[in-house]
């Protein structure tokens, strides 16, 4: 009955197209250009913003990647980014503490980061296997919980290094730390490229292209694609002799583990560690990012990841600087809130073929 | 006024098509006030769909509507919606249960229908927040159960309840409606235990003597005989026999009901020749299932014994809900399973699904968008998956094996290969498995099995929802399969006819277990005995 | 055949059975066991602080019973209702209607305002059937993306604010603190009565003894049956002819008037409104609170919510001055809290989630057992 479904005109296929991206995703798309249109013409440096949007893209783009092993899988958003994010800051805390400096205190906090990343994620990954179906609102609350739990540990953990600990108590770890003379914009400078007022860090791009490719391989294997046929249709892959579980907790491994890394490469762009409530609301712009890329709840690949933490980040650079030139009136933390919930409410109202 | 001698309900002509299919075919039948009709048939013969019409069920509307009439009381009734028809005086009992768990009987039976005081605050703010009249709700649901003639608890919350009593609920409900007229039980006493089964037919009794028409739908002949006036009983969309119940015996029933068409006659002569009857012998056993339970809903088996022969083409027949799903899905580890299987001389653990699949042992599942498709990926995906993450195919291997990686080109000339040997209708390799027609689904899950080149296929409800071109051709494919690849094939059906065509010999499932395993050639009569013979 | 109930349990089961079921309640007793002799306050103090802690939740966690009752969940987005109230008490704070007509108009403006809301916010639910909670915590983020464009840029502009009191030094949007002094306690002190030295707010108790004779009598009304049958089947309800989509949202709209009000007399007792920040934590702390007292997603009653606010609430007073004993910094106790109310909401949701899982496998174990029997006489 649907045989005539192939000869679709070139009218439904574009309406069909513009459907598949999304009325919002098209909205948004345009308001960053007519930003981009509008910035030279209220006076803003352009080649200032763009260096802007690119060098937030570089920070963030690794944390948005975090997303894809987890929606692959089936496991939805991963709202407990904060996991992910504390095994970072464990990593970064550590690296500072056992007295590596400069570079090697990047790789020295990424390879430190990994056994964290891995202990908490394969917990994490446990307990989503138990509650299948209701991954997003509990990742959400075990972050949040994760979190506040750091916030004691960070108090109370014996660091000692006079870098980071409040000078007068002599322990506790400062609420911002500092990263100069250890990782600071290590990965930003590597071959930085510098035309005027447009400067792109290509080190932190490079290293980004380095990791997506990693996860873009890593789909094209035997796992990978089992881990995708998870996602897809588990019953499928169950009958097809995929151990789901499985799948599911190293997908959670591999999200927690590139939050980690993303969030270190964040601070190295940053230049300072922000612990306690920082990671708190880390999730949410992930989150919107990629979806504003084009995914949904269980489909998502690097593309959106790209595309989605540029527009996302180009907003939310772009808008205060043309806003306060143009109308003197700063309203860019008001449409940074509606954008980026809109689109999540936006992704979780849509159905799915599968929810059908 | 409805005139005196016109009768409660009268079809007339109806006919109705699902996508070109004919499902009814002219179907007439009156029904008088009181009387009790009782309706059998094979699954797929039309009885649901004729209840979902008489019904006012929106998929018949969504799917172009009926041709016919249908008067009650001698006016022509046009049912919009389910609520049109319990309005007019029609209760239905399905055979999934609609009542709320956390209610009792009493809440249930009045749901949406209590009885209710005015307060001050509904007066300003609208009736929906009158208070429920507790005393009132007992007494109605006290007088509906009255008048069903079986006790059960009305203050019980149904999930404590056992499972014969939901159904009485359920019939309670309905006899509360005032205007009832006619009750359909939609198989009613699959459910029950035997005694509760008798007091359900006592209690039909005693609402045809109150003047409220049943019809009755029931796999379980004797039933129908024994509380029936009439019996109604249906093949392939059409009526081959109305009949008093007192004037016929269950064997004529069954003959009626199974009985074939003229047309397939010819067939069956072809068909003799075909049937290996080498096979016959019991020497060359490939798999033996013994004591084998599965859990899987709706199509509970239990303790079967199966001797499957090596090259033969084995069917698996039965009415729907009998168990005879569940045969080769408690097998393949989909659903919990116990009992011993051994394939080819060595024991497979069950409740593995990976365990029958590196024994090469393949599956098509009857659930073709649940179970059997990737919908959201290219055919390449949904045929070359299994083969991939069983057998390492279309695999390229990278440092020393380390890296397995998907070898895409590898997979096209799979998919390619089926796609022309199936005649796979798509636009390329790369649609979407969701974009296809229902049998063009349907071979693409075949390929995904002949990919795994297994030894022993089990190929389920291979013909569901799929048109009679492609039924064919999947037909066909399979027993080219079968004959030139020398692959086992145990082929699990609803449909008779078809596995009388295809199959070596044919196992019925009735009530759970293997009522008797007959050669193909058997005529239809008596597989409509052993599919009736253990019905619960 | 498989109809069996088994009905003889063993006691040790049963203990086990409600140790199980109130994890949570238990486990907050022991910490206040453990915290309150720490914190070495005086339990005049204590009674005190929980009785005006009473006062000023009770009615708010009281307004998540009824999505509970829909089947909906624990309705983050209460938090809308937490902003109506907020604008209603922001402008009749600028047109100095003070003490008790203050509230009341307070309450009268926040009606309109929750009801638009809760509209939108039921419509969205019915949209997202089966991640509800997931999706009326997103909501509530966005809406408050919402009332911070109309309070810090339509406010001033738009929205006539006369007194510059309550605007920011740049002439439009509402400061970060707005104080409610002539309204300060004044429902609270309305009927005055001390017990034990402490402070009785006898008129708010008398408004949340309004509210839950309300509940109760709303749970016997056509609507309050009708939300109980949705919450448990939606299919059922329909095929029964209740409007489900309807039934769901009047839910939520109920609500979140109540939060509406609840705010309202929360800030009353607070004596100011932190503009931007009231609202945010209100949502957590109360589904928390409601947890805490035994609560589960898809059960509560009022018994809980006063359990809960009480233990809660004790937790919370005593938590900052044992931590500083124990460890001797105070942020320690003040993080703990946190924690703990994370963790509670957690570990309820934990609970549920499996809960539905474990419920369907005890089916398939029922089943496995008869057939069992089954194929065990068919083989003598």
Known sequence: MNENAEKQSFMDRCREAVADFGLPRLIIAGFLLLLFILSPLVGADLPTQISNTINRFSWNAILVLAMVPMVHSGCGLNFGLPLGIISGLLGATLSVELGFTGGLSFFAAIVISTPFAIILGLFYGWLLNKIKGGEMMIATYVGFSSVSFMCMMWLLLPYHSPNMVWGLAGKGLRTTISLEGYYDKVLANFLQINIGNLSIPTGTILFFILIALGIWAFLHTKTGTAMTAVGSNPVFARAAGVNIDKMRMLSVVMSTWLAAVGILVYEQGFGFIQLYMAPFYMALPAVSAILIGGASVNKASIANVIIGTFLFQGIVTMTPTVMNNMIHMDMSEVIRIIVSNGMILYALTRKTERAK | MADKASPLLEIKNIKKEFFGNQVLTDINFTLEEGEVLGFCGENGAGKSTLMKILFGMDVIRETGGYEGEILMNGEKVDFATPFDAINAGIGMVHQEFSLIPGFTATENILLNREPKKTNVISEIFGERLNTLDRKEMDARAVEAIEKMGVSIDRGMVINEMPVGHK?????????????LKLLILDEPTAVLTEKEAEALLHSVRGMSSRGIAVIFITHRLHEILEVCDKVVVMRDGFVVKEVPAGDTNEAEITRYMVGRNVDTNTDHSNLREEIKKDSLSDSSVIMSVRNLWVDMPGETVRNVNLDVRKGEILGIGGLAGQGKLGIPNGIMGLYEAGGTVVFDGKEIPLNQPRSCLDSAIAFVSEDRR???LLLDETLEWNVAF??????????????????????EEAIRAVTEKYVEELQIKCTGTSQKAKELSGGNQ?????????????????????????????????????????????????MISSELEELRRTCDRIAIVSGGRIAEILPADTPSETFGTLMVSQVI | MMNKTDSNKSTVQKIGGFLGANTVPIMFILICAVCIPLSGFSPSYLLNEIVTRMGRNTFLILCLLIPIM???????????????????????????????????????????????????????????????????????YFINGVYQFVVLYLMGPVIPIKHSSLKLPRGYGIRNTVSLLDMRQKLDDLIPLTVFGAKIPVATFLLIAVLCLFIVWFRKTKLGQDMRAVGQDMEVSKDAGINVERTRIISIIMSTVLAGFGMVIYLQN????????????????????????GASVDRASIGNVFLGVTLFHLMFIVAPSAGAKLTGDSMIGEYFRVFVSYAVITIALVMYETKKRRAKSRMAEQLRLDQLKESEVAEQ
């Open chain 3, 270 to 293: 607070m004596g100011n409104i932190a503009t931007y920040s009231s609202h945010s934590q209100i949502g957590m702390f109360c589904i928390a609170a409601l947890l805490v007292g």
């Open chain 2, 370 to 372: 649940g179970v059997g």
């Open chain 3, 70 to 140: 829909a089947g909906m969940g624990l309705n983050f987005g209460m938090t809308l209702g937490a902003m109506a109230g907020e604008i209603g008490l922001i402008l009749t704070a600028d047109w100095q209607i003070v003490g008790i007509p203050g509230m009341v108009l307070a309450m009268i403006l926040s009606i309109p305002i929750s009801i638009l809301l809760g509209l939108i916010c039921g419509k969205i639910l019915n949209m997202a059937k089966g991640r509800e909670m997931v999706t009326s915590y997103i909501i509530s």
């Open chain 2, 167 to 179: 159904q009485f609920t359920e019939i309670a409900r309905e006899l509360s409606k005032e205007q």
């Open chain 2, 386 to 407: 299994p083969a991939m993450q069983i057998q390492n195919k279309f695999l390229k291997y990278y440092l020393g094996g380390l890296i397995k990686w998907r070898d």
């Open chain 2, 442 to 490: 349907q071979k693409v899950c075949l390929a995904k099995a002949f990919a795994l080149e297994p030894r022993f296929l089990f190929v389920s409800e291979p013909t569901r929802g799929i048109d009679v071109g492609a039924k064919a051709l999947v037909l066909d494919a399979l027993k080219k399969f079968n004959r030139e690849s020398g692959v086992t094939v145990v």
